[in-house]
């Protein structure tokens, strides 16, 4: 019985401190400014940089895909809770691990920046608020997200900064260390909203810093004193969002 009552008791405990947390708040609001339950129940379709993509991600379910053609053929990854595939011309090729890291890499890069911020609310997620600060002369909550190991994926160790306007809860600026191909910090500024079907999704412009390892928590600072050098831009084009009802 002893058991029992400890179990139910950090169970409390954890609930208590989750709805608690002033982060998870803040990204509760942004969901809902950016489309809330109707991520869950859409498909996004755009294309970028030459290429074709279909993002669909729920609680219970998530499918990836991109297209696009080589001088091989038509060429197809879908990446989805049973694992990556490519087909070529609609024939499934075999591939080596290492190409499989890669393109699930590609792929779920792609798909993570393009549903922001549904995703911060991934199990693997630990939400810290780091208050409200202001940038570019208007008022925004930061929220710095990291992941667990187990759930995290292969780029856990990576970690974001969001800013999410004070008012609106719309997010306007990013941060993120990474440590694939290299490693290194990028900055990101919201520039365009495509509001379409009750979702809204975001391009951006792509910074880096002029020494690679600049600390995360620096670049804010170095973006406002035009110390951050534009690396290209963000942009999806032809967005279309299919409601999955």
Request: with cysteine; net charge negative.
């Amino acid at each position: 019985m002893k058991k029992f009552i400890v179990l139910g008791l950090l169970i409390s405990f954890l609930v208590g401190c989750k709805e608690n947390n002033p982060a998870q708040e803040i990204v509760d609001k942004a969901i809902t400014a950016h489309g809330g339950k109707s991520f869950e129940q859409s498909t996004i379709e755009f294309d970028f940089r030459e290429r074709s993509y279909s993002i669909f991600k729920s609680p219970e379910a998530f499918e990836y895909s991109r297209e696009f053609t080589d001088s091989t053929g038509l060429i197809k990854d879908v990446l989805n809770n049973a694992g990556f595939t490519r087909t070529v011309n609609g024939v499934e090729v075999s591939l080596e691990e290492k190409q499989i890291a890669a393109f699930t890499n590609s792929v779920n890069s792609v798909a993570y920046f393009a549903f922001l911020p549904y995703g911060l609310n991934d199990a693997a997620a630990i939400k810290t608020s780091l208050g409200q600060v202001t940038m570019e002369g208007k008022p925004y909550e930061l929220v710095k997200v990291t992941f667990v190991e187990e759930g995290g994926g292969e780029d856990f160790e990576d970690e974001f900064l969001y800013w999410f306007d004070a008012d609106t809860f719309k997010l306007a600026y990013l941060a993120y260390s990474f440590h694939t191909n290299e490693g290194g910090v990028r900055f990101r500024k919201a520039i365009r909203e495509h509001a379409v079907n009750g979702l809204i999704l975001l391009d951006y412009e792509n910074y880096k810093p002029k020494i690679k390892d600049t600390p995360l928590e620096d670049l804010a600072a170095l973006f406002e004193a035009g110390e951050l050098e534009l690396l290209s831009e963000i942009e999806m084009e032809d967005v279309r969002v299919k409601s999955k009802q």
